[in-house]
């Protein structure tokens, strides 16, 4: 599970809440999963970052726009359609394309 506050190229768009541990450790997180898609490719592993959006929860708080129940059934469709041309990739929970 990662987040769009992980991306390298999106970084500037959520300064107000700088984070920069939390940044930093998913921003690692995606170039493991990225390395390790090229990697286990071959042998039909599926590995992607999911960014599963701004949601209520006790780190996300009440001002977030999604409830858990609807990140969680964004993700499992966006997990349903993976395939070896979806593998290595960074998704949102609608199965949007984000840049590393």
């Not at 090229?38 to 409830?67: F, Q």
């Not at 059934?73 to 041309?85: E, K, N, R």
């Not at 593998?87 to 949102?92: I, Q």
Request: hydrophobic share 45%; glycine share 8%; net charge negative.
């Amino acid at each position: 599970m990662s987040t769009k506050v992980g991306s390298i190229e999106l970084c500037f768009q959520v300064l107000e809440i700088p984070m920069y541990p939390y940044r930093a450790s998913k921003a690692a997180l995606n170039m493991v999963t990225r390395c390790l898609a090229a990697e286990l490719k071959d042998a039909g592993i599926l590995c992607t970052a999911i960014h599963p959006g701004w949601v209520k929860t006790d780190m996300g708080t009440e001002k977030a726009p999604l409830t858990v129940e609807c990140s969680v059934q964004g993700i499992l469709s966006v997990l349903a359609g993976l395939s070896q041309a979806t593998t290595g990739v960074f998704l949102d929970w609608e199965g949007k394309s984000l840049p590393w």
